[in-house]
């Protein structure tokens, strides 16, 4: 298995391995890559394999992870067609025995991780992953708001385009909204504490809004879409349709002085790019209360939950080192 720096042009490769999986998460999107600071797109290597792709990389020292600087890299799940998951996972496996590597796997989704074989593999042992499982959401649920679960959203939709009827255009973003949408996110930064986010949060939802926007204009997958009422910018989303069939939100901000703007945003999004989508992905709500209740107030249908798999008696070695 040969491991090279990974490129923005092997997203073409990793796709079509994408295309023959079932993979619901986000962590092969090059965006969600490429944008958070975790994992280090810089120290990021890949290998295509028998058919699969491979993915490892060096936390970034300022995620704060408290295990950065315990592991040397850290291995994403290989992607594979469907049914072939665990086949990938041994020559992971067999690769590390073979080259002195740990083996350390992260963001594995918990079906999988429990599907692999117990004598060989284990999960390891952490309290947080509700933080960060990945929201499911069926897109006609998103679309449609029916039914009474939905019926505060349908009538804040409904209220805003009442009220700003005329006024309002949801439109696809042009390089020319750049700076609309640069004054909107300054502002929401503004109004927002961020005594409650990771360290350096501000900086990374930058990086991802910038990077999101330019791949909305390079790519046929990634959208993002913007709001106006009187001419003025008020809410922007963005996104992007996987080739697994998967509709993920990357980035979805408002000016809650417009009543009804996040719902109308969700809603206009969903129908405009995922009607056709197996699922929609808004993805974790790292642990905070706010987020958190946000995005079970949209009924998610499921979740891609995470689990991080080593290899059998790494927890008991992990212990023993900490003293416990």
């Known amino acids: 298995m040969q491991f090279e720096r990974i490129k923005e042009s092997d997203k073409k490769r990793i796709d079509e391995v994408l295309a023959k999986s079932n993979w619901t998460g986000s962590e092969y999107s090059m965006l969600y890559l490429r944008g958070w600071d975790f994992f280090d797109f810089d120290t990021m290597t890949v290998a295509f394999e028998g058919g699969y792709v491979f993915i490892r990389f060096s936390p970034h020292l300022?995620?704060?992870?408290?295990?950065?600087?315990?592991?040397?890299?850290?291995?994403?799940?290989?992607?594979?067609?469907?049914?072939?998951?665990?086949?990938?996972?041994?020559?992971?496996?067999?690769?590390?025995?073979?080259?002195g590597e740990e083996f350390y796997m992260s963001s594995c989704r918990k079906e999988e991780a429990e599907s692999l074989d117990p004598s060989v593999y284990e999960?390891?042992?952490?309290?947080?992953?509700?933080?960060?499982?990945?929201?499911?959401?069926?897109?006609?649920?998103?679309?449609?708001?029916?039914?009474?679960?939905?019926?505060?959203?349908?009538?804040?939709?409904?209220?805003?385009?009442?009220?700003?009827?005329?006024?309002?255009?949801?439109?696809?973003?042009?390089?020319?909204?750049?700076?609309?949408?640069?004054?909107?996110?300054?502002?929401?930064?503004?109004?927002?504490?961020?005594?409650?986010?990771?360290?350096?949060?501000?900086?990374?939802?930058?990086?991802?809004?910038?990077?999101?926007?330019e791949y909305s204009l390079k790519y046929d997958d990634f959208f993002a879409d913007v709001m106006e009422v009187d001419g003025r910018i008020v809410g922007f989303e963005t996104g992007e349709l996987t080739a697994a069939g998967v509709g993920i939100v990357h980035i979805e901000k408002g000016d809650i002085e417009y009543d009804g703007i996040y719902p109308s945003l969700c809603q206009m999004f969903a129908a405009k790019h995922?009607?056709?989508?197996?699922?929609?992905?808004?993805?974790?709500?790292?642990?905070?209360?706010?987020?958190?209740?946000?995005?079970?107030?949209?009924?998610?249908?499921?979740?891609?939950?995470?689990?991080?798999?080593?290899?059998?008696?790494?927890?008991?070695?992990?212990?023993?080192?900490?003293?416990?």
């Open 62 to 99: 300022l995620a704060g992870d408290e295990e950065s600087d315990s592991h040397g890299y850290i291995f994403l799940p290989p992607l594979a067609p469907e049914g072939e998951f665990a086949k990938a996972v041994d020559m992971l496996r067999e690769y590390c025995e073979s080259s």
């Open 123 to 213: 999960i390891a042992d952490k309290e947080d992953y509700r933080n960060y499982a990945e929201y499911l959401y069926a897109p006609s649920d998103l679309i449609e708001l029916k039914g009474k679960k939905y019926h505060s959203k349908r009538n804040f939709v409904k209220r805003f385009i009442n009220t700003y009827q005329g006024k309002y255009v949801f439109r696809t973003y042009s390089e020319n909204d750049k700076e609309g949408v640069c004054a909107l996110f300054g502002e929401w930064i503004k109004n927002k504490s961020f005594d409650e986010y990771h360290d350096g949060m501000e900086r990374q939802e930058k990086k991802v809004v910038r990077l999101a926007l």
């Open 274 to 324: 995922f009607a056709g989508a197996r699922y929609i992905n808004r993805q974790e709500d790292m642990g905070l209360e706010g987020l958190r209740k946000s995005k079970e107030s949209y009924h998610p249908c499921g979740f891609v939950e995470k689990r991080i798999v080593r290899l059998v008696g790494a927890n008991e070695k992990e212990r023993a080192k900490n003293g416990n």
